[in-house]
């Protein structure tokens, strides 16, 4: 079974930054994708980013120009450098992965398409 640990959250002011790791013990799909979303309280879980097997991203227009996707092949590993946080961008945020046929990180219902999850990690960004 895929286990997804996320590390790295914390508490910022705006403007701030923060990154963060998902570390996977393995890959489900040889042709996968790998994600970040996020839920604020009383807010509905909302895809932030991706990157797929071949190294497509995509990211959600709130985060554009601020995060930046990455990942470490050797280590199963995908970060997000997250700059100028805002008060918005508080949440849990979350690993998930998916197949490879997943590029749009907007569209509605995306989250049900992922197979594995991890448990999270609290960004929370305020003065």
């Known amino acids: 079974q895929v286990q997804l640990v996320e590390s790295g959250g914390g508490s910022v002011q705006p403007g701030g930054s923060l990154r963060l790791s998902c570390a996977a013990s393995?890959?489900?799909?040889?042709?996968?994708?790998l994600a970040w979303l996020r839920q604020a309280p009383g807010k509905e879980r909302e895809g932030v980013s991706l990157?797929?097997?071949?190294?497509?991203?995509d990211y959600a227009d709130s985060v554009k120009g601020r995060f930046i996707i990455s990942r470490d092949n050797a280590k199963n590993t995908i970060y997000i450098q997250m700059n100028n946080l805002q008060p918005n961008d508080t949440g849990m945020y979350y690993c998930?992965?998916?197949?490879?046929?997943?590029?749009?990180?907007?569209?509605?219902?995306?989250?049900?398409?992922?197979?594995?999850w991890g448990r999270g990690t609290q960004v929370t960004v305020s003065s």
């Open positions: 393995e890959l489900m799909y040889s042709t996968y994708c």
């Open positions: 990157v797929i097997y071949d190294g497509t991203t």
């Open positions: 998930a992965e998916g197949p490879g046929g997943i590029t749009d990180i907007q569209r509605p219902g995306v989250s049900r398409r992922f197979s594995s």
